[in-house]
């Protein structure tokens, strides 16, 4: 499958972070945000969240919560600042790399990830540094979409997604919940919506 380099993916969603938040109204619709809001106000204390892009998920975080979001493309990061302007929360954001994270190990209460499992280069390592940088006892969130567990709607991911890959170099049909294995997370809850296309994971962090 051909896909952008990660320098062009970044150039891309520096490009198009004015109407990304346009594009991500479809599935809120369909009911994404219910399940954002869910999950992800199970946040706690010191949090990371990693490809933050424009900051959706801002809104759902309980107000207490120290917020670091980092992403690779400033363009999303400049409107994930002005929105936790808005929301009047605690926030720190960093141009920074998922699958190579500038923390120490045991730094985060809540690490938070969503939809960038499909675009990121190397998926498992950046699940491995999710769970490295966050303690023990905290826990990992992950809201993410791949291959739908109906094979006929599978199937019909399979034979565009490597047209689909080309634009911003989303990977619709990876398999989501072989990477968290992979990266030797715990699961504590899973659940799939939309055909099982979305995912909603929690996790605690890998033994290292």
Same mark, same amino acid.
């Given at each position: ?22 594009? &991500?109204?479809?599935?809120? /619709?369909?009911?994404?945000? *219910? %399940?954002? @809001?869910?999950?992800? !106000? ?79 280069? &190397?998926?498992?390592?950046? /699940?491995?540094?999710?769970? *490295? %940088?966050? @303690?023990?006892?905290? !826990? ?69």
């Amino acid at each position: 499958m051909t896909t952008p380099s990660k320098q062009e993916i970044i150039r891309n969603y520096d490009k198009y972070a004015h109407w990304y938040d346009f594009v &991500e109204r479809f599935p809120e /619709l369909l009911g994404l945000n *219910r %399940v954002r @809001k869910k999950l992800f !106000r199970e946040a706690s204390g010191n949090v990371l969240e990693v490809a933050a892009g424009t900051g959706n998920n801002l809104r759902h975080y309980p107000k207490d919560c120290k917020i670091t979001l980092i992403d690779l493309s400033r363009g999303m990061l400049k409107r994930a600042l002005q929105k936790a302007g808005k929301h009047k929360l605690h926030v720190s954001i960093q141009e920074m790399d998922a699958e190579r994270l500038g923390f120490s190990d045991n730094t985060f209460d809540t690490v938070v990830d969503s939809l960038s499992l499909c675009t990121l280069k &190397e998926p498992v390592e950046a /699940l491995k540094e999710m769970s *490295r %940088v966050c @303690k023990p006892s905290g !826990r990992i969130l992950l809201l993410e979409h791949g291959r739908s567990s109906n094979e006929r709607v599978g199937r019909w991911q399979d034979k565009r997604a490597d047209k689909h890959a080309k634009r911003l170099g989303c990977i619709w049909n990876r398999n989501i919940l072989k990477f968290v294995e992979e990266a030797g997370l715990e699961f504590i809850s899973r659940k799939r919506y939309f055909f099982g296309i979305f995912h909603a994971i929690k996790v605690k962090p890998g033994q290292v």
